[in-house]
């Protein structure tokens, strides 16, 4: 079982900049990949971004590449989405997910992960 527990939304203006913290507990770091999501109010989970259990390879969705970056310090058993040059469409509450993978592979479906953190709400005002 994996425990999952984000930090890090807020509000900022257009433009600016937010990195959300997720931190993994409960079960061994080095054979999970973790994925972020977002929900907006009214809208399905939509996948903002994935990073492979050694942190090496990453995947974005397109709306974000050039602009998230996920990265992941195992020895903290934490991963970090930095995100810059937010504009408002990426108003949403970011939620980050964990699934055990021992292949090569993206997983972008919110039923491809197991375990869920409780979110953090992220507001871009225009």
């Known amino acids: 079982h994996v425990q999952l527990v984000e930090s890090g939304g807020g509000l900022v203006q257009a433009g600016g900049s937010l990195r959300l913290s997720c931190a993994a507990s409960?079960?061994?770091?080095?054979?999970?990949?973790m994925g972020w999501f977002r929900q907006a109010p009214g809208k399905e989970p939509e996948f903002v971004a994935a990073?492979?259990?050694?942190?090496?390879?990453?995947y974005y969705t397109d709306s974000v590449k050039g602009r998230f970056t996920a990265s992941r310090d195992a020895a903290k058993n934490t991963v970090y989405l930095q995100m810059n040059s937010l504009k408002p469409e990426d108003t949403a509450v970011y939620y980050c997910a964990a699934r055990f993978q021992f292949s090569s592979g993206w997983y972008t479906g919110n039923v491809d992960y197991p375990y869920w953190g409780q979110g953090t709400q992220v507001t871009v005002s225009s």
């Open positions: 990073i492979s259990w050694s942190g090496r390879d990453t």
């Open positions: 409960g079960r061994t770091f080095s054979s999970i990949a």
